[in-house]
T-cell receptor, first 113, second 113 residues
Framework: QKEVEQDPGPLSVPEGAIVSLNCTYS??????FMWYRQYSRKGPELLMY????GNKEDGRFTAQVDKSSKYISLFIRDSQPSDSATYLC?????????????FGSGTRLSIRP | DGGITQSPKYLFRKEGQNVTLSCEQN?????MYWYRQDPGQGLRLIYY???????QKGDIAEGYSVSREKKESFPLTVTSAQKNPTAFYLC????????????FGQGTRLTVV
């Protein structure tokens, strides 16, 4: 079983829709939860992160973490064609000397004009 | 401008040859990482380094080697022992905020023929 599971999609929605992207994980030691956006043939860029459980909002993006269910989500409101990309969830547990970052497989998102 | 530079962007090698991918950062980050990304898959950790002259194997280290002689540099060598080396390779670094501020380079696409 992978430590982080993410539905690969592809997911196609019309412009203006609310998008929900999700990941599940098995390692209860994870404390930091990140979402990255990756355009084709480019390196991922950090969108936002949360520490432990709870919600975090940044503009049209909201990240949610439910540690009891080992489930995280990213919501995109008023989706735009420019949001079309692959979205990767990532997680990390803090150790004494290293912080491995484990990624999901990514969900490919397409916003139709 | 601060950032991470990977070179070259595209690399072609014959089967059986070793090849070294370059990664340089001027962000003054302590930690550096190498990931491999295959089509439709997420990022898999090859090696990571928390400080100079120290590095740890990730989940798929077999057939790869690294060095960390300088804080700014973390080159990855893909050896002939790597069974399936054709992939997109991504280098990342993170600083005081640990895994929540990992920055990625633009990647090197390695094709072995």
């Amino acid at each position: 079983q992978k430590e982080v599971e993410q539905d690969p999609g592809p997911l196609s929605v019309p412009e203006g829709a609310i998008v929900s992207l999700n990941c599940t994980y098995s390692n209860s030691a994870f404390q930091y939860f990140m979402w990255y956006r990756q355009y084709s043939r480019k390196g991922p860029e950090l969108l936002m992160y949360t520490y432990s459980s709870g919600n975090k909002e940044d503009g049209r993006f909201t990240a949610q973490v439910d540690k009891s269910s080992k489930y995280i989500s990213l919501f995109i409101r008023d989706s735009q064609p420019s949001d079309s990309a692959t979205y990767l969830c990532a997680m990390s547990a803090v150790y004494s000397s290293a912080s491995k970052i484990i990624f999901g497989s990514g969900t490919r998102l397409s916003i139709r004009p | 401008d601060g950032g991470i530079t990977q070179s070259p962007k595209y690399l072609f090698r014959k089967e059986g040859q070793n090849v070294t991918l370059s990664c340089e950062q001027n962000l003054n980050h302590d930690a550096m990482y190498w990931y491999r990304q295959d089509p439709g898959q997420g990022l898999r950790l090859i090696y990571y380094s928390q400080i100079v002259n120290d590095f740890q194997k990730g989940d798929i280290a077999e057939g790869y080697s690294v060095s960390r002689e300088k804080k700014e540099s973390f080159p990855l060598t893909v050896t002939s022992a790597q069974k399936n080396p054709t992939a997109f390779y991504l280098c990342a670094s993170s600083g005081d905020r640990g895994p929540t501020e990992a920055f990625f380079g633009q990647g090197t696409r390695l094709t072995v023929v």
